[in-house]
């Protein structure tokens, strides 16, 4: 039926899209390659796609409104799953107006395409589990008030989704938009703990253990992700039937120690850590944990792999792309 994925080069959009490929789907990439990660990795993400005749890759920045109408003009696309973004919570400390750009003025830019593309029947997009702030209320839920952001990355999330029920409201474009938290697995971003754990282990270095290992987080893999973002994509009706936007949570439910999870890595890479315990680093939160029974109930969405299978399939993938034994 013809897709737009933007973030086509990210951890999250280039499983999505591979998966869509798979199906069978036509798949129209959009990524700005950006360098906030090695671009390395992005490009090899890439490589892995171009070799679909049903995938086209745009290099475009969605902020650039002319040059991502000129990206799409012609595409024959009937939805749009928007993932790209300016990603992490720390460095938005010292690069806020890299979050104004990618995050607001590049989701506005992808609402109004939405808007004016007459075939377009839905569109996914990616907000994030930082939105609920310091809540303390356990599982978070989507009913859960969320206007206490403590990131910038967390406000430009929470202003996607404001901006979106606007303008499901005033266009009727359908608007879903899920809530990941703390995706992991094969092909994943640098700047994510595992993948920093991982790397600093295997080299011999110590790792740096925020708020004294007193953190719990709803480890989600990638493949549970993708299976919920495409049961959706490729059914939005029934996000639908509950008004033009709608917002899911997508996690395991199952929010783990952080100590439990350096020992499942340890045992996975047949390697201790060493600790550097550090105080909670502003903008992050002690605790995350996903109430998704919305999700379940819409999708049938049931998260099927626990840490202890997902962290080793990480570890794999790992050594084998950068060739370590």
């Known amino acids: 039926m013809g897709f737009v994925v933007t973030g086509a080069a990210g951890f999250i959009g280039f499983h999505v899209a591979r998966r869509l490929l798979a199906h069978g789907e036509r798949v129209i990439g959009l990524d700005n390659v950006n360098d906030y990660y090695s671009v390395k990795l992005k490009r090899d993400r890439l490589a892995a796609l171009v070799t679909d005749k049903n995938f086209i890759f745009r290099e475009v920045d969605i902020a650039d409104n002319a040059a991502l109408m000129e990206a799409v003009a012609g595409g024959g696309f009937r939805r749009i799953i928007h993932l790209a973004a300016q990603a992490g919570v720390r460095y938005g400390i010292d690069n806020p107006h890299v979050y104004a750009q990618s995050n607001l003025v590049g989701h506005l830019n992808m609402l109004e395409l939405a808007r004016r593309t007459d075939r377009c ?82 080299a011999g270095e110590p790792i740096k253990v925020f708020n004294h290992g007193r953190m719990k987080r709803d480890f989600t893999y990638i493949d549970d992700i993708v299976s919920g973002i495409t049961a959706i994509a490729l059914d939005p009706t029934k996000a639908a039937v509950h008004g033009n936007h709608r917002i899911y949570n997508i996690g395991h439910n199952r929010p783990e120690d952080l ?67």
């Open 259 to 325: 100590m439990h999870m350096i020992a499942v890595l340890e045992e996975a890479l047949d390697k201790k850590a060493e600790m550097q315990m550090l105080p909670l680093q502003p903008g992050d939160v002690p605790e995350s944990y996903a109430d998704i029974a919305a999700i379940q109930r819409d999708y049938g969405f049931v998260p099927k792999t626990p840490i202890s299978r997902g962290i080793p399939a990480f570890v794999d993938w790992y050594k084998s792309y950068h060739g370590t034994p």
């Open 121 to 202: 029947e839905a569109m996914i997009y990616a907000s994030s589990s930082s939105v609920y702030g310091g809540n303390t209320k356990m599982p978070f839920s989507e009913e859960d008030r969320v206007d206490t952001p403590i990131s910038l990355y967390a406000a430009t999330k929470k202003a996607d989704e404001v901006m979106s029920h606007a303008y499901a409201h005033l266009f009727g474009t359908p608007l879903i938009g899920l809530r990941f938290f703390t995706v992991y697995g094969p092909w994943g971003r640098p700047d994510m703990a595992l993948w920093l754990f991982t790397k600093a282990i295997l």
